[in-house]
């Protein structure tokens, strides 16, 4: 943690709302990636998104600083990602109208205004894949392939050895690659 | 689009929508007398910060020592336990702290993992999820 986000951890955790909104407003995106990936579903994931900032607000004094916050936040949002209904399942199937449907046109354009049709595409075809993986991998893989987070940043969020993430990884991958063959959904 | 490393590659970082932080700061504030540190707070969080992990360990160890040696006296022929009836102590603080600390490491362990545990990769992941994570909320750090 550098000193800014020691000292913002430190206001907040004596009750400085304020303080948490900073807080909030860097790691915002950090939680929404992962909530919106795992859930494919803007409302969910905002559900989501809200329920882990009030924990970690409710359990600040739980943090002690021994690991960054931002590895102690990814460990909320993965209790959160997984405990969640629509986020802990796999829909084990995938069609051209399922995939086209996972992504909402109209909402990802309001939300994201600089996007191309083309991103809107990418959206479709990844969400469409990832809905297809057992959450643990997929939760794994979007950490590491989407939010760049390292095999041991991994583990310590999702309180699992570095082994099973390599392992969750790899799997996922062959199953996304097997999938993507079998649908033609990458060319 | 022709393979997953490009799609990955290709896969941009979002942007939150600004709907998310009306909804958490209502919450936060609606929450914030709450989150004012109590005397209770202050107290756990001075033992915390005094005791070392040998220090807790001997601690959680003379604690076991003296339940023994109470249920051998109170067992022992000739000795008679206190008949005394006294008021059970008000745990209420100390359970709304476990509740705050503990809940979602269980949830996240049990809860979860436990539905999928037949799915798990293989053995290492099953003990990973169900057993370590037991030993790793008290020699652990940072529960969430």
């Given at each position: 943690?550098?000193?800014?986000?020691?000292?913002?951890?430190?206001?907040?955790?004596?009750?400085?709302?304020?303080?948490?909104?900073?807080?909030?407003e860097r790691s915002k995106n950090?939680?929404?990636?992962?909530?919106?990936?795992?859930?494919?579903?803007?409302?969910?994931?905002?559900?989501?998104?809200q329920d882990v900032f009030v924990?970690?607000?409710?359990?600040?004094?739980?943090?002690?600083?021994?690991?960054?916050?931002?590895?102690?936040?990814?460990?909320?949002?993965?209790?959160?990602?997984?405990?969640?209904?629509?986020?802990?399942?796999?829909?084990?199937?995938?069609?051209?109208?399922?995939?086209?449907?996972?992504?909402?046109?109209?909402?990802?354009?309001?939300?994201?205004?600089?996007?191309?049709?083309?991103?809107?595409?990418?959206?479709?075809?990844?969400?469409?894949?990832?809905?297809?993986?057992?959450?643990?991998?997929?939760?794994?893989?979007?950490?590491?392939?989407?939010?760049?987070?390292?095999?041991?940043?991994?583990?310590?969020?999702?309180?699992?050895?570095?082994?099973?993430?390599?392992?969750?990884?790899?799997?996922?991958?062959?199953?996304?690659?097997?999938?993507?063959?079998?649908?033609?959904?990458?060319? | 689009?022709?393979?997953?490393?490009?799609?990955?590659?290709?896969t941009p970082r979002l942007e939150?929508?600004?709907?998310?932080?009306?909804?958490?700061?209502?919450?936060?504030?609606?929450?914030?007398?709450?989150?004012?540190?109590?005397?209770?707070?202050?107290?756990?969080?001075?033992?915390?910060?005094?005791?070392?992990?040998?220090?807790?360990?001997?601690?959680?160890?003379?604690?076991?020592?003296?339940?023994?040696?109470?249920?051998?006296?109170?067992?022992?022929?000739?000795?008679?336990?206190?008949?005394?009836?006294?008021?059970?102590?008000?745990?209420?603080?100390?359970?709304?702290?476990?509740?705050?600390?503990?809940?979602?490491?269980?949830?996240?362990?049990?809860?979860?993992?436990?539905?999928?545990?037949?799915?798990?990769?293989?053995?290492?992941?099953?003990?990973?999820?169900?057993?370590?994570?037991?030993?790793?909320?008290?020699?652990?750090?940072?529960?969430?």
């Open positions: 943690m550098n000193d800014v986000e020691t000292r913002l951890v430190e206001k907040a955790r004596a009750g400085d709302a304020d303080a948490f909104g900073r807080i909030f950090m939680v929404w990636n992962v909530a919106y990936r795992m859930t494919g579903d803007f409302d969910e994931a905002e559900d989501l998104a924990t970690a607000w409710r359990k600040l004094a739980s943090f002690r600083g021994e690991s960054a916050f931002s590895t102690w936040l990814y460990r909320i949002t993965v209790n959160k990602a997984l405990n969640s209904k629509k986020s802990g399942r796999a829909l084990h199937r995938l069609s051209d109208e399922e995939t086209a449907n996972l992504v909402d046109a109209e909402t990802f354009a309001r939300q994201n205004p600089s996007a191309g049709v083309e991103q809107l595409e990418t959206e479709r075809i990844l969400a469409g894949l990832l809905a297809t993986l057992e959450p643990e991998r997929r939760l794994a893989l979007i950490l590491r392939e989407i939010e760049g987070l390292s095999y041991e940043q991994i583990a310590e969020a999702m309180n699992t050895p570095v082994g099973t993430v390599r392992s969750r990884i790899s799997r996922a991958r062959e199953e996304l690659e097997a999938t993507a063959k079998k649908t033609g959904i990458l060319p | 689009m022709r393979n997953l490393e490009e799609l990955f590659k290709n939150a929508p600004d709907t998310l932080q009306r909804r958490v700061m209502e919450e936060i504030r609606a929450h914030e007398k709450e989150r004012k540190p109590g005397w209770f707070d202050t107290v756990a969080d001075l033992l915390r910060s005094s005791l070392t992990h040998p220090a807790r360990a001997g601690f959680a160890l003379a604690t076991v020592a003296v339940a023994v040696a109470v249920s051998i006296a109170v067992n022992t022929p000739g000795i008679r336990a206190p008949r005394q009836i006294v008021q059970a102590p008000d745990m209420s603080q100390i359970n709304d702290y476990m509740d705050e600390t503990l809940d979602d490491t269980y949830a996240g362990a049990w809860g979860v993992n436990g539905a999928s545990s037949m799915e798990s990769d293989d053995i290492s992941d099953f003990v990973a999820t169900h057993v370590e994570s037991v030993f790793w909320i008290d020699g652990g750090s940072d529960n969430a």
